[in-house]
């Protein structure tokens, strides 16, 4: 496992550097830039803005500029932002830790819904309960996350004033943010689940569990779940990562501070630290999710070991 996982991690750089070539490029060949957006309407003299360029470093060389930020990204420097002049890093923690706790949430809701749902579909398949999860799914494949968070607050928040519209408080915030940025995901795990789960109950050894008089609830969650976990797990670390990329919408229809609306109000007025920062953190996070789900493949099927050592 660990030949695997060093495997991984020399894949990731070439990965994490083209990430981060990618969006420094696609930053500066937009028009425009930090000291225009900020200060072009308050500066009258083009003098002015040519030094807070040369203050910011934005008139050095392109490959000057990057190779200077790849160098302070290495060592976990960020830069500055050009908006609030705080360090990055530190603004990126914060706002992190507030999207963690909403896509961990978020994961929740998604890994256990989804489970459920095409754990009923596979046992009672082409009955009702299998057309009612394909229906659920659908559903939340279908509703866009914006529409869905707005009814969500309309029906639980304003009409049966049960829980808060948003902000972020105690629990009782975090539930309305959470089942919405989990809806989608909640379905496309659910049909995963019931794919794989339809393939293992077809096997023998399934067969012979209910003929040694076995109850089926017992059959369905000791040998049949643990057999089709696989893919179940693949889906789900990739869910993880379209989470944390929808948490930009749920966070702005319910006012959550997290990373998100973060980046989006830095990529506005072009705070070129932040957006290289916050990009990178996220691919960074990708490239640890899918570590993990190589892992738990470890953990959970013993024959990866013997086509490891091989």
């Known amino acids: 496992m660990l030949r695997v996982i060093l495997s991984r991690l020399l894949q990731a750089i070439p990965v994490l550097f083209g990430v981060s070539l990618i969006v420094f490029l696609l930053l500066r060949l937009v028009p425009g830039d930090p000291v225009s957006t900020f200060y072009g309407f308050d500066v009258g003299r083009v003098e002015d803005l040519q030094a807070m360029r040369h203050q910011l470093g934005l008139d050095r060389p392109m490959l000057v500029q990057y190779v200077d930020f790849l160098a302070d ?73 914006f529409w869905l968070g707005l009814m969500l607050v309309w029906i639980f928040a304003v009409q049966l004033s049960l829980l808060p519209s948003g902000g972020r408080g105690d629990w009782h915030n975090l539930i309305l943010p959470a089942i ?23 096997q023998d050894f399934v067969r012979t569990a209910y003929s040694k008089g076995l109850s089926e609830a017992f059959v369905l969650l000791r040998h049949v779940l643990p057999n089709g976990l696989l893919p179940v797990i693949t889906v789900t670390g990739i869910q ?16 959550w501070p997290g ?27 990708f490239v640890t999710i899918n570590l993990v789900v190589d892992v738990l493949y470890f953990l959970i099927d013993p024959r990866l070991h013997s086509e490891a050592a091989k």
């Not at 998604?110 to 057309?131: E, P």
């Not at 919405?180 to 077809?202: D, K, Q, Y």
């Open 73 to 145: 990204a290495i060592q976990g420097d960020m830069g500055t932002s050009i908006k609030t002049r705080r360090p990055v890093a530190t603004e990126l923690v914060r706002y992190l830790t507030n999207t963690a706790q909403l896509a961990v949430a978020g994961m929740i809701f998604a890994v256990v819904g989804g489970i459920l749902l095409g754990l009923i579909a596979a046992a009672r398949r082409n009955s009702i309960w299998d057309n009612l999860s394909l229906a659920i799914s659908l559903a939340g494949i279908s509703l866009p996350i």
């Open 180 to 202: 919405t940025l989990a809806a989608p995901s909640v379905a496309v795990i659910a049909r995963v689940t019931r794919a794989s789960l339809m393939e293992v109950i077809n």
């Open 240 to 255: 993880f990562g379209y989470l944390l990329a929808g948490t930009v919408l749920t966070e702005t229809v319910f006012a």
């Open 259 to 285: 990373l998100g609306r973060y980046l989006v109000d830095a990529i506005k007025f072009r705070d070129y630290p932040v957006v290289q920062g916050g990009v990178l953190v996220i691919a960074l996070i």
